[in-house]
């Protein structure tokens, strides 16, 4: 099974500025990692797939990259609205397809 | 629009059964995989089942095999979970998903039902 680890568990930042969000997996996936993004109460929504692809509808300010088994998850500068919990998801090598833990993003 | 509406989700005790549905609809749901994906309160997102468009392929996580069935009627949009044998950790919001066409991931959600294993 591949794990997937993302860091850190919380990030507090301050809307305007940058966040990095980074999501690690145990093996090679390729480029075959997605991001959701989920708020409470709702259900988890595409954000990128291919490791670095944006999904329909996605604003510009998401951003997706990978090295090797390193992948990160860049929001440009922070609206309200992105203030949610992020999950790395694998689908290279499965079953069983693999979430990572998720990542918080707190408001400072 | 895509639309995946779940239901029958609700408190049963350990040991019990529950099916779940997903009524889809806003695409052609005979020709999509379609997964169901689980949320323990307070957890993260955990793969549980996947179904091939035709239904001829199922696949499954650990935690659930030989204990959920997951199938679907193409002539009715729908996709369901009979789920046995329940335990306690099985408690969680149930999602469905539906699969992109060419890959693994989730383009798609249903707002999920909550299913409650408890005496």
């Known amino acids: 099974e591949i794990v997937m680890t993302q860091s850190p568990a919380t990030l507090s930042v301050s809307p305007g500025e940058r966040a990095t969000l980074s999501c690690r997996a145990s093996?090679?996936?390729?480029?075959?990692l997605a991001w959701y993004q989920q708020k409470p109460g709702q259900a988890p929504r595409l954000l990128i797939y291919?490791?670095?692809t944006r999904a329909t509808g996605i604003p510009a300010r998401f951003s997706g990259s990978a090295s090797g088994t390193e992948f990160t998850l860049t929001i440009s500068s922070l609206q309200s609205e992105d203030f949610a919990v992020y999950y790395c998801q694998q689908y290279n090598n499965w079953p069983p397809l693999t979430f990572g833990g998720g990542t918080k993003v707190e408001i400072k | 629009e895509v639309q995946l509406v779940e239901s029958g989700g609700g408190l049963v005790q350990p040991g019990g059964s529950l099916r779940l549905s997903c009524a889809a609809s806003?695409?052609?749901?005979?020709?999509?995989?379609m997964s169901w994906v689980r949320q323990a309160p307070g957890k993260g997102l955990e793969w549980v089942s996947l179904?091939?468009?035709?239904?001829?392929?199922?696949k499954y996580a650990d935690s659930v095999k030989g204990r959920f069935t997951i199938s679907r009627d193409n002539s009715k949009n729908t996709l369901y979970l009979q789920m046995n044998s329940l335990r306690a950790e099985d408690t969680a919001i149930y999602y469905c998903?539906?699969?992109?066409?060419?890959?693994?991931?989730?383009?798609?959600w249903g707002q999920g039902t909550l299913v409650t294993v408890s005496s």
């Open positions: 291919g490791a670095s």
């Open positions: 806003g695409f052609s749901f005979s020709s999509y995989a």
């Open positions: 998903a539906k699969v992109h066409s060419s890959s693994w991931y989730f383009p798609y």
């Open positions: 093996q090679s996936v390729s480029s075959n």
């Open positions: 179904i091939s468009a035709s239904g001829g392929t199922t």
